[in-house]
Nanobody
Framework: DVQLQASGGGLVQAGGSLRLSCATS????????IGWFRQAPGKERERISC????????KYGDSVKGRFTISTDSRKNTVHLQMNGLKPEDTATYYC???????????????????????WGKGTLVTVSS
């Protein structure tokens, strides 16, 4: 069975840091891109970052550039999202997704494409207090 499990969420003060992890299993890790997304209550799903181990490409959404860093641990089939300089507007449930087509659906900016990614995991809640 394919599994993506996001973890590492929690409550943090503004300006603080968290590191999220997306542990994967059930598919060939290096053949898929892994993307991070978030969704706040009442808002649309937003792209955060994407990493493609195959071509080593990395993408970031505009709202997190310079603050968040994505990385992979291929030995553990895990993708990390280091989040620094957190702001109250970063409060959301964070999800990871895997796609055989690389980061193209992430880059499209289309929420239809986001939901078309091959596999999605359950989210982890991040709450940033002011």
């Amino acid at each position: 069975d394919v599994q993506l499990q996001a973890s590492g969420g929690g409550l943090v003060q503004a300006g603080g840091s968290l590191r999220l992890s997306c542990a994967t299993s059930g598919f060939t890790f290096d053949a898929y891109a892994i993307g991070w997304f978030r969704q706040a209550p009442g808002k649309e799903r937003e792209r955060i970052s994407c990493i493609n181990s195959y071509d080593r490409s990395i993408k970031y959404g505009d709202s997190v550039k310079g603050r968040f860093t994505i990385s992979t641990d291929s030995r553990k089939n895990t993708v990390h999202l280091q989040m620094n300089g957190l702001k109250p507007e970063d409060t959301a449930t964070y999800y990871c997704a895997a796609d055989r087509q690389g980061c193209s659906r992430f880059e499209s900016g289309s929420r239809f494409d986001y939901y078309s990614m091959d596999y999605w995991g359950k989210g982890t809640l991040v709450t940033v207090s002011s």
